[in-house]
């Protein structure tokens, strides 16, 4: 009886952990795919002009708009194949968005090489925490609700500096960003491995999110100190 119970415990084991493996390479592979709409979207929006034509204002509320509205068709969406379409389109919005901020940086006179710079950091916080998260045997999950104040706080503070224009607490939202949302990378990730994420599309999401956020904090702080034309 007790050799059963072990036999059947082991196999549970073995099936759960096949399940968390196959979410996590499913959220990997997902990832790398939310990559080719995004330089897309940031390429459409540069060669069009698109987000550099919309007042600062306009471009706040649809950025805001868009972003959570599709966060919400994307929630409601995950648990069918359009859920990835719909994450896919996302991300090119969120490429065509970001376009400002890539083609003010790309008009110094070193911009290539401060978004090559700013994509390849990214690419080492992902890997860090990537590796990171197979090695800590620690629930991570206490740090949920304090990285959720941080994000909360930095959106506040940003919407605030929308109308300060404060160069002084740019910098420090960015450095902020790229602290918490590089924890975020680590906690998503993490809960993904313990078991407590199981769709690989909401997984994708959170980690898309801060590797988003990690990348234009670097790209702003290199853009402040990019040579100018």
Known sequence: MNENIQIFGQQTGAALSAERNQVLRNTYWLLALSMVPTVLGAWVGIATGFAGAL???????????????????IEKTKDSAAGVLVLLAFTFFMGLMLSRLVGSVLGRANGAELVM????????IFLGMASLSSVIKRDLSAMGKWLFVGALMILVAGIANF????????????????????????YDLK????????????????????????????????????REE
């Open 55 to 73: 007042s600062p204002g306009i471009g706040l509320m649809l950025f805001l708009g868009g972003a959570f509205g599709f966060m919400f068709a």
């Open 191 to 226: 809960r993904v491995r313990d078991g407590h994420e199981t769709n690989y599309i909401t997984a994708t999401l959170g980690v898309y999110l801060s590797l988003f956020n990690v990348f234009q904090a670097l790209l702003m702080l290199l853009g402040i100190g990019g």
């Open 117 to 124: 710079t700013a994509f390849a950091g990214t690419g080492a």
């Open 163 to 186: 109308f300060l224009q404060s160069s002084a607490l740019m910098i420090t939202l960015a450095v902020l960003m790229v602290g918490v949302f590089t924890a975020f990378i680590l």
